[in-house]
C-alpha cells in the first residue's frame, strides 16, 4: 500500500497548533472532515474513539511521532491526516519525549488486512530515520507530498 494513496492532500498540515494530544486529534479529525473523507456529524464520535484507543495505550512509538488510529465500521476506505506540531506535544510515548509528526489513521473495521498495510507503509517510513528528520523539517504541504511520493519509490523498489 502506498502513503500517497491513503494520506488525504486536503488533510496534511506541516504547522499543527496544538497544546495537547487530545487538541491535535480533535484538529486532525477535523482536517479529514474538511477534506470530506470524513462526515463532520462523524467527527466528536471518532475523536471520542480515538482517545479512548489512546488511553488504554499510547500510540506514540517514540523518536517524535505517534500513529493514532481507528478502525470503524462507518469508515469506507483507509484515510490518514498527517500534522507536524512544532512545539511537540505530550503523547504518552514509549521514550518519554515529546511528539512532533502525527499520522492519524482511521479504517473500515470490516476489513482488518487493509489496516495492517496501512500501517505497515506508515510504520515502514517512520522507522527511518531520514524520513523522520525530513518530516519534521517540511514547511509545506508540498514538502510532505515529495517525501510521502519519495517513500513510496522506496518501498516499491525494496
Known sequence: MKLT??????????????????????SMMQMLVDAGVVASEQHTEFVKAVIKRENRGSTGFGNGVAVPH???????????????????VEFNALDGSP???????????????????????????LSQETFRRF???????????????????????A
Open 5 to 26: 494513496d491513503i494520506v488525504q492532500e486536503k488533510a496534511i498540515c506541516p504547522d499543527l497548533e496544538a497544546k495537547s494530544r487530545d487538541d491535535a486529534i480533535k
Open 70 to 88: 481507528l478502525k470503524e465500521a462507518s469508515v469506507e476506505r483507509v484515510v490518514v491526516a498527517v500534522a507536524n506540531v512544532v512545539d511537540g
Open 99 to 125: 511528539v512532533h509528526s502525527i499520522f492519524l489513521l482511521l479504517s473500515p473495521s470490516d476489513q482488518p488486512e487493509l489496516h495492517l498495510e496501512a500501517m505497515e507503509a506508515v510504520f515502514g517510513s
Open 135 to 157: 518530516l519534521r523539517q517540511a514547511s509545506t504541504v508540498e514538502d510532505v507530498l515529495t517525501l510521502l511520493n519519495d517513500a513510496d519509490s522506496r518501498q516499491l523498489s
